[in-house]
């Protein structure tokens, strides 16, 4: 299975939207309603933020929000904040028992 | 709640075994599927397999398959991850999370991570 495909690094002043795209097949991304987003900040374990493409869990700020449009999903930071600068993953089911995860995004606040 | 503690650093010679150890409190323990994930220094995350720990069934990545092997003792709700062969690409931290009550395919905990460093 081939890592999902994400930008290097992302950037965006305060209060400002990014997005990030994480691109897939249709035997990951496009076949399953499995996506989900992590926010990793250094030297510390990731952290759900998205599940299920566009779900949010409890807990997490309605500024992050997530989509998907055939093999590409995309998380969504509304309102950039300092917090959120952070390395951003996604995952997905990728069938036959397996997930995938994406190659990761760097977020800089400028 | 829920808490993932993962045993010490290891530092492990090429061509050598390294075992992780989860210990999982706060919930069902074999109500829910666990997932081993490594992250290399400075690289993305790599999802390395699961395990049912119910009936101790396994699905590896295809890459590590013939080297990794998850385990579970159900009597002290402790998982367990081994590589073998070790190489100098096997340092990482390695984590096992928690699949999610909604779908064994989500992580929604993670434990704290095992850093294993492959070194002559």
């Known amino acids: 299975q081939s890592a999902l495909t994400q930008p290097a690094s992302v950037s965006g002043s305060p209060g400002q939207s990014i997005t990030i795209s994480c691109t897939g097949t249709?035997?990951?991304?496009?076949?399953?309603?499995?996506v989900s987003w992590y926010q990793q900040h250094p030297g510390k374990a990731p952290k759900l933020m998205i599940y299920?493409?566009?779900k949010r869990p409890s807990g997490v700020s309605n500024r992050f929000s997530g989509s998907k449009s055939g093999n590409t999903a995309s998380l969504t930071i509304s309102g950039l904040q300092a917090e959120d600068e952070a390395d951003y993953y996604c995952?997905?089911?990728?069938?036959?028992?397996?997930?995938?995860f994406g190659t990761g995004t760097k977020v800089t606040v400028l | 709640q829920v808490q993932l503690v993962q045993s010490g650093a290891e530092v492990k010679k090429p061509g050598a075994s390294v075992k992780v150890s989860c210990k999982a409190s706060?919930?069902?323990?074999?109500?829910?599927?666990m997932h081993w994930v490594r992250q290399a220094p400075g690289q993305g995350l790599e999802w390395m397999g699961i395990?049912?720990?119910?009936?101790?069934?396994?699905s590896y990545a295809q890459k590590f398959q013939g080297r990794v092997t998850m385990t579970r003792d159900t009597s002290t709700s402790t998982v367990y991850m081994e590589l073998s062969s070790l190489r100098s690409e096997d340092t990482a931290v390695y984590y096992c999370?928690?699949?999610?009550?909604?779908?064994?395919?989500?992580?929604?905990?993670w434990g704290q991570g095992t850093l294993v460093t492959v070194s002559s």
């Open positions: 249709s035997s990951d991304v496009g076949s399953y309603n499995l």
């Open positions: 395990i049912n720990p119910s009936g101790g069934s396994t």
């Open positions: 999370s928690l699949g999610s009550s909604l779908e064994r395919w989500l992580i929604d905990y």
């Open positions: 299920e493409g566009s």
């Open positions: 706060g919930y069902t323990f074999t109500s829910y599927y």
């Open positions: 995952c997905s089911y990728a069938g036959s028992s397996t997930l995938v």
